[in-house]
């Protein structure tokens, strides 16, 4: 009998252990998930019949054609004729010899001070190339976040770890845009507003993530379960003026 007892109690036990690992490894997987996409969220494709994807697509073709400009001037500076892309790698210089979160926090500080901000009242519906944002000098939400983008990409960081995300302020309603890379296995947010990156989780308590832009298109934030037909990620057009 006793032989009995310790077999009964020791199958308890284990079925205890395989429990919690199961739990720790879902948990553990779940995690991960989240952590993919910045917010935590999943993404689903934008919806066909917006003209959006078209907009960020002809966009990103003017990014590469910009960093092809700012590629020969950082080879030959002596014969770089353009100004706004010298301009461009002064940016992307405030991060060299820095890595992670520090070289993020040196490019968005550069970006931010690179260009006038725009209020809303004087924002333009335009989104513009990098090259054509610090030729102008001034822009708004999206324009830095362009900049940001574009000075990420030139400074190595991997395309895949780069979006541009478009949120609603949850204080004021209005639209805006900001970026997120992903670094040390977390998502940051870079915004025009201040120069301290924002921790992505830490970004519920100031935004409605409504699109991500990225190399593979633009694609909407998943709504959460209880999200109404009335929701703000469905009421979303990029080409408003963003703050």
Known sequence: ?????????????LCF????SGFSLASATTAFAQSNEPFGLSVVGAAPETASPAMWKDLLLKIDRDLLVVAGCRAEPR????????RFL????????????NQIAHINRAANLAIRALDSAHSE????????????????????????YAALREAGIDENA???????VRSTHQQHA????RTEGHWVLLDNHTSTLIESQAGFDYYDPLYALDQSGVR???LSPDAGPGSTAQRLTLSRPAI
Do not use: Y
């Open 1 to 13: 009998m006793l032989n009995s007892w310790v077999i009964r109690q020791s199958l308890v036990i």
């Open 17 to 20: 252990v395989i429990t919690i």
């Open 79 to 86: 014969s770089c004729s353009s100004n706004t892309a010298a």
């Open 90 to 101: 002064t940016v992307v210089k405030e991060g060299e010899q820095k890595q992670g979160r």
């Open 125 to 148: 519906n335009e989104w513009r190339s990098p090259l054509d944002i610090l030729a102008r000098g001034a822009g708004d939400c999206k324009h830095a976040a362009v900049l940001k």
């Open 162 to 168: 780069l979006r541009i995300v478009v949120v609603e």
């Open 178 to 181: 900001v970026v997120a890379v």
């Open 220 to 222: 909407q934030f998943a």
